[in-house]
């Protein structure tokens, strides 16, 4: 057997985890990140099942000064401080480790890579290939026979391996020890090494091409001419002594002892311990098994907490890590469940007892209710059964039979309880219960109080699944659906084959359990002082929400037919154009072939950039700089462009009909976007592509139900501008939309200090980037590669906007204070975003925060406000008997499906419900238009 050693070098390993989640970081429910812990075990475990290695450690980097910090005080002085989550994580990272009997090593005085060297070089020569497993280029230096650098997949990448070859190609060399020399001569930004100022890594290349070593570099300096040569002779200390700093020990006193680095079990209790206190559900059952997580495990590791007669208490757990004997921490274990909890839970199965049910149920003033379904899609399942429940601990399911009639009329039976107005239903995701008993001709009158909605506004990240916010609020686990119908996949059945026994404590439960959770955040919403956002905006919204899902949207299949051909005709003509160009054919679809004759053979870019996996950068953003350069990239950008709106949209949107309806119906998410802005799946509307007259032909697919109807667009004009007019109190803005100008041309002129009859059609373009651009943290650099222009002009626009409008900067300045005092931002209507890095000692993180403290208020005073408005516009819809219905939402626009009779009746109420949802400082404008399809509309 092969004897495979991999040493990991933990705090690449660790950095890259944490900043390659950043964006959608994971979220324990407590709000703790854990990027890095995530990450780096996903690595862990991927290594050991895909590689088998026999043998393994991880080394880490020490707090001790090591030789290299004596010999040039500023080695990695410049390093940014690691993000508080970061260093958080590695004692829970060091105990993972532990858990699966792997070695950590660490060593005073020397980094993890003299660590890893050393002991890479000791067992290579034992007869072990080693695994250098890190993205860290210095690397390069210690491959030889048998020992590799080993790059995990990343970001959708496939792993990489290289050995001398493969290290010699990269750089150039001749041989892997002139790894070192390259370092010493372009220095490495990163460790604060200075190389030769004035020599980056092509120019370090060549002349280790030319001379082979430093050494013969500086020995040679007087023959390489003009300013490299005054650079190399200048800069010769600095270059020895950055070959000294980038050299990795590889005779560090460590020992490699093969019996020490056997992969061993992993310690169950070690692992389970932690990866509940991480809420690693997932990836706890992936190496433990489908047991793990259970109150049942926690309780069998002695951590819970126990009363005088032995029962769990809580939801305690008392962890005493390592390093620090004194700390405890608490942990979510569910420890309760329908084993141990009592309950009553029956079964309304007779007429008599529904009637009884009935009776009871409409004398109470809350009642919580949930459906269980033969699916997931509201608009294409039948209703298996209907629980209710209003005492803590107790509940009932009435189930329903499967012939249509016989469900009708139980669900009839229940019409005077839905059309009662004196009860609050109590849901989590009421959206999909009400959906549900719509297509059984009822709905719900009553006011609601969703569950998931009000810890949305509680805590606006994370997840919120019933079974997480049981176990997180109540210490419960709740029966898994897996255990009903099997785990997700072609195989999984449905509700209807569950024996009824089952059935009926699952659904029971359910009701029992979602009751006990509005008990908890009823309290928690005034608390946080988002009570107003949810009685006002989300709790009224889910009516309004669950009318539009339910009426959908008509789609021209046979114009998307014609299309579809339409585009593939095109497709291909750019992609003959491509080969034709390229002089050769190769898969246009692969970024690795197309990088090869763009920047090999057509050598458009002398410094074109690579990825981490060592292939051509072919992104949108490179290939648009390269536009001017050759025909080619036009071609390519068309084919790319063509193809995903044929696949993405043109040829899925008629998979996606409902046949009970043969219309599309988009599904909105209420409770993901963490600005309150609504999203939609299956299909996804706020991605179908507007910005090109290609994009934009998809709309003309969705029509009105009939001749009879017309589609309705129904659109706010800036609001994103005008709302931070009116926060910010910018007189200058302000005015500038109160007297009904041109926004983009005023701001133009003043950033510009020229009369508004003088603005160009170029001058209103930037202007109008640095308008939307400022509420999104845009740099200079950035605005430079939006608009083509210098970064000097770019830095110019930005500098004069806020000379012009000043309280723009003083409310940017003033909501990053806000958020560093409070921890959170919030909208006009107290809807808040937490920010718990807005103090973050790291530049990065920090910067992130900062940024969102300035455009969430903005955006999600938006969110609101369309929101509003479309609560007052359903209403009024509703009151008046309208046959004209809401039926699409994406961004700040609205569509509606109105009868031609109707559109005169209709335009006003649109207008006005848009107009005053939410009165600002400055005047709110929406434009309407109509069309026989949503592109003409609109």
């Avoid at 034992?126 to 280029?137: E, F, L, N, R």
């Amino acid at each position: 057997m092969q004897k495979k050693l991999f040493l990991l070098d933990a705090m690449a390993l660790i950095y890259r985890a944490y900043y390659g989640l950043i964006r959608n970081p994971r979220l324990t429910s407590a709000g703790r990140n854990t990027n890095a812990q995530f990450g780096f075990t996903s690595t862990l475990i991927d290594l050991i099942k895909k590689e088998n290695p026999t043998h393994m450690a991880v080394a880490f980097d020490t707090h001790a000064p090591t030789e290299r910090h004596t010999t040039f005080v500023d080695y990695k002085a410049n390093r940014e401080d690691a993000p508080e989550d970061l260093l958080d994580a590695i004692p829970d990272i060091k105990r993972i480790i532990t858990g699966f009997n792997i070695p950590c090593i660490e060593l005073d005085g020397y980094e993890a890579d003299d660590v890893i060297g050393t002991l890479a070089w000791q067992a290579a020569a034992a007869g072990y290939t080693v695994y250098m497993v890190t993205p860290d280029k210095d690397y390069g230096q210690l491959v030889k026979e048998n020992v590799f650098i080993y790059k995990p997949p990343y970001m959708g990448s496939k792993e990489e391996i290289l050995g001398p070859k493969e290290v010699c190609e990269k750089w150039q060399i001749k041989d892997v020890h002139q790894v070192i020399d390259i370092l010493g001569l372009m220095g490495d930004a990163v460790d604060n090494i200075p190389g030769i100022p004035g020599v980056g890594e092509k120019t370090a290349m060549k002349l280790l091409a030319q001379y082979d070593s430093i050494e013969n570099v500086l020995a040679n300096a007087d023959k390489i001419g003009g300013k490299m040569g005054e650079k190399i002779k200048a800069g010769a200390d600095s270059a020895i002594l950055s070959k000294q700093l980038a050299t990795i020990i590889t005779d560090v006193p460590v020992t490699f002892h093969e019996e020490d680095f056997c992969i061993r079990d992993h310690n169950k209790d070690a692992l389970s311990e932690v990866f509940i206190e991480l809420e690693f559900k997932t990836l706890g059952k992936r190496i433990l098994g489908d047991t793990f997580g259970s109150g049942a495990e926690a309780v069998a590791t002695g951590k819970v907490q126990l009363d005088l007669f032995g029962n769990a208490t809580s939801a305690t757990v008392v962890v005493t890590p390592e390093d620090n004997p004194e700390q405890t921490v608490s942990i979510l274990v569910a420890e309760k469940n329908i084993n141990n909890t009592p309950h009553t839970y029956h079964l309304a199965d007779t007429p008599e007892k529904r009637a009884e049910l009935l009776a009871t149920l409409l004398s109470k003033q809350e009642i919580c209710f949930d459906t269980e379904t033969t699916g997931t899609d509201a608009n294409a399942v039948d209703l298996v059964g209907m629980s209710f429940a209003f005492a803590a601990g107790e509940a009932w399911y009435v189930p329903v039979p499967a012939d249509k009639a016989g469900a009708q009329a139980i669900v009839d039976e229940f019409r005077p309880l839905f059309e009662a107005t004196h009860i609050v239903f109590i849901g989590q995701n009421l959206k999909y219960d009400m959906l549900v008993l719509k297509w059984y001709g009822v709905d719900i009158k009553a006011p609601v109080f969703d569950t998931m909605l009000a810890h949305y506004l509680i805590e606006p990240e994370g997840r919120r699944s019933m079974d997480l916010l049981s176990a997180q609020y109540l210490q419960y686990e709740p029966v898994s659906i897996e255990t009903l119908i099997g785990k997700k996949g072609k195989n999984q059945g449905n509700m209807r084959d569950v024996e009824i026994e089952k059935i009926k404590d699952y659904a029971a439960e359910d009701a029992d359990i979602t009751l006990q959770l509005k008990e908890k955040f009823a309290p928690l919403l005034p608390a946080k002082n988002v009570e107003k956002v949810f009685y006002e905006v989300e709790n009224p919204l889910v009516k309004v929400l669950t009318d539009m899902e339910y009426e959908g949207i008509a789609i021209d299949t046979q114009a998307l037919a014609d299309y579809s051909a339409e585009l593939d005709t095109e497709i291909r003509r750019a992609e003959e154009s491509v080969y034709t160009q390229a002089g050769v054919r190769f898969n246009l679809a692969s970024p690795k072939q197309l990088g090869e004759v763009l920047f090999e053979k057509l050598a458009l870019d002398p410094k074109a950039k690579k990825t981490r996996t060592g292939q051509y950068a072919t992104g949108e953003d490179v290939l648009a700089k390269l536009a001017s350069k050759h025909q080619i990239v036009d071609d390519i950008l068309v084919f790319r462009e063509l193809s995903k709106l044929k696949s993405t949209y043109v040829d899925a949107l008629p998979t996606m009909l409902n046949k009970r309806t043969n219309r599309v119906h988009t599904s909105y998410n209420q409770a993901v976007a963490v600005t309150g802005r609504l999203s939609s799946t299956n299909p996804n509307l706020q991605n179908i592509p507007i910005r090109t007259d290609r994009g934009r032909e998809i709309r003309k697919a969705f029509v009105p139900r009939s001749e009879e109807y017309t589609l309705l667009s129904a659109d706010y004009s800036q609001i994103e501008l005008r709302i931070i007019a009116a926060i910010s109190e910018d007189q200058a803005m302000i005015d500038a939309f109160r007297q009904g100008i041109d926004i983009h041309a005023a701001t133009a002129a003043k950033v510009y200090g020229i009369p508004l009859e003088e603005v160009s059609s170029d001058m209103r373009r930037n202007a109008k980037s640095v308008n939307f651009g400022i509420i999104y943290g845009v740099s200079a650099f950035g605005l430079s590669e939006n608009l083509g222009i210098a970064r000097s002009e770019a830095k110019m626009l930005i500098d004069n906007y806020f000379a012009q409008y000043q309280a723009i900067k003083n409310y940017m300045d003033k909501q990053i204070r806000f958020a560093q005092q409070n921890g959170y931002v919030e909208t006009l209507l107290g809807r808040k975003r937490w920010l718990k890095d807005i103090n973050s000692s790291n530049a990065v993180v920090r910067g992130y925060a900062e940024r969102n403290a300035i455009n969430m208020p903005i955006q999600g005073t938006a969110a609101d406000m369309i929101k509003l408005a479309m609560i007052a516009i359903h209403k009024t819809l509703k009151a008046e008997n309208l046959r004209s219905k809401m039926i699409l939402q994406v961004h700040d626009e609205l569509v509606f499906d109105v009868h031609k009779d109707e559109i005169e009746i209709i335009k006003p109420i649109i207008l006005e419900g848009m107009r005053n949802a939410l009165p600002l400082a400055v005047p709110v404008e929406a434009e309407i238009g109509l069309g026989r399809n949503w592109l003409e509309a609109h």
